[in-house]
């Protein structure tokens, strides 16, 4: 699926639930962060992920439904993978060129398990206890 259709089956939110894995939330961040500055494509997402969720009858627990932290981080990480790239046709190039980095497991990198898994770190952003996010020029 292309970039607008696809971000658009997203802010619909008629993507099918089996389709809204990491790669997607990655390339819906690709998308906001290509074409607004960190705040603005942050509170896209934040608004989109909740939304979805709620058309999509995701539970809030601890370990299922929308996280704070992970979205910040995340949409901090990939703003900052873009600001050291060249540009990319598409989100699906940006997704197969930073899939390495842009794992799950890279918020380990910046936060301890405990702190991310937080019910403190789901409600509101905690800053990471291990190392600073990268710098956002």
């Not at 979805?52 to 949409?75: C, D, Q, S």
């Not at 936060?111 to 206890?129: M, N």
Request: glycine share 2%; net charge negative.
């Amino acid at each position: 699926m292309d970039d607008s259709h696809f971000l658009n089956a997203f802010e619909n939110c008629t993507l099918p639930f089996a389709d809204w894995t990491h790669h997607a939330h990655l390339r819906v961040a690709y998308l906001y962060a290509s074409q607004f500055d960190l705040p603005t494509a942050t509170d896209k997402m934040r608004a989109g992920i909740k939304a979805y969720n709620k058309a999509t009858n995701t539970p809030e627990e601890l370990e299922r439904g929308y996280h704070e932290t992970i979205t910040v981080a995340f949409m901090h990480l990939v703003t900052a993978a873009l600001q050291q790239s060249e540009p990319f046709p598409n989100s699906e190039a940006f997704c197969e060129a930073w899939a390495a980095t842009l794992n799950k497991p890279v918020l380990l990198k910046y936060f301890s398990k405990d702190r991310v898994i937080s019910l403190e770190a789901k409600q509101t952003f905690v800053e990471p206890d291990l190392q600073p996010l990268p710098v956002i020029n």
